[in-house]
């Protein structure tokens, strides 16, 4: 089997609270990330939008998992950390935003176009700005209703403006992966854990697919 093209990159992943809580996406991205040679750190923020990774905000849970360590669940002492102290702490080749949900504001009549747009570019200029490749993971589809009042045609939407604003970053398109409904929700919005595994897996393998000038500034010359 071909090496992977992550393997030997340092690889940072952000997230919201599909990142965040016990047997969620974090274990198993984390863990195909690893399998394929990355070296991998994984940080979740319940709740967090893309303009809350620029400074430190307390969320009410998060996760954390670095390298063969095990995952550290944080209750309300969770917060994020600014995308600079990241940066310069792990110098990653390629970061991975698990950010989406977050700014859909599936229970408002409007999409808050402006304020997702000020969010997305000011985190990957930051990103891009330091010299790291960023990958930006969109949502996947959930089901209708729900605590959250997730729904398709917001999901649609959120997907479709994140595709066209994230460069420099790559879109990965979780729409792809499944079908609506496909991936049992508990709430209309998470997984079950079987529903994690599958989308863990998919972004893994798109990652995995990336060509090299995507994933590292020193892809180029590999």
Known sequence: MPSSVLAGMTLLVLGESHMSLPNCLMEPLHANLTQQGANVHSIGACGASAGDWLITKKVDCGAEEKGNGK???RGRDATTTPIKELLAADKPDLVVLVIADTMASYDKPVFPKAWAWQNVSALAKEITANGAKCAWVGPAWGKEGGMYKKNDARTKLISAFLATNVAPCTYIDSLEFSKPGQWVTTDG???????YKSWANAIGDALGKLPPEAVS????NK
């Open 189 to 195: 919005q998470h997984f079950t854990v079987a529903g």
């Open 71 to 73: 995952i550290v669940i």
């Open 217 to 220: 500034a020193k892809g180029a």
